[in-house]
Nanobody, 125 residues
Framework: QVQLVESGGGLVQPGDSLRLSCAAS????????MGWFRQAPGKEREFVAA????????YYSDSVKGRFTISRDNAVNTVFLQMNSLKPEDTAVYYC??????????????????WGQGTQVTVSS
C-alpha cells in the first residue's frame, strides 16, 4: 500500500512558477513509476508528466513540454513537478499517482494504482 500526499499548489499569475511535491509512504517507492495528472473544471482528467522508476526517463504531454519538469528523489520518497511559465489553461486540480505499470504505460491513468487527494493550482491575473 502506498499513500500519496501532494503539496505546493496555490494561486499565481500568468508567467509565474510553482513547484508541486508529492510525498509517498512505503518502502517500495523506488519500484513505482510516478505520474502527474490534472483535472480542470468540467473536463476529463488528463496526463501531465511521468517519470519511470529505475531509469528516471521522463514523459510529458505536449501542452506542458518545455515548461514543466518532473523529477524524483527516491531517498526521500518524493516526486516533484516544477511548473514554469504558467498559463491560465494550466488551472486545475493536480494529482500525483504511483504504479508499476506506469513504467510501461506512463500516460495511462489505468497504469497507476495509487492516487493522492489532489492540490489546486490556479493561474489568474
Amino acid at each position: 500500500q502506498v499513500q500519496l500526499v501532494e503539496s505546493g499548489g496555490g494561486l499565481v499569475q500568468p508567467g509565474d512558477s510553482l513547484r508541486l511535491s508529492c510525498a509517498a509512504s512505503g518502502r517500495t517507492f523506488s519500484w513505482y513509476a510516478m505520474g502527474w495528472f490534472r483535472q480542470a473544471p468540467g473536463k476529463e482528467r488528463e496526463f501531465v508528466a511521468a517519470i519511470k522508476s529505475s531509469s528516471s526517463r521522463t514523459y510529458y504531454s505536449d501542452s506542458v513540454k518545455g515548461r514543466f519538469t518532473i523529477s524524483r528523489d527516491n531517498a526521500v520518497n518524493t516526486v516533484f513537478l516544477q511548473m514554469n511559465s504558467l498559463k491560465p489553461e494550466d488551472t486545475a486540480v493536480y494529482y500525483c499517482a504511483a504504479g508499476e505499470r506506469g513504467n510501461y504505460y506512463p500516460g495511462s491513468e489505468s497504469a497507476y494504482d495509487y492516487w493522492g487527494q489532489g492540490t489546486q493550482v490556479t493561474v489568474s491575473s
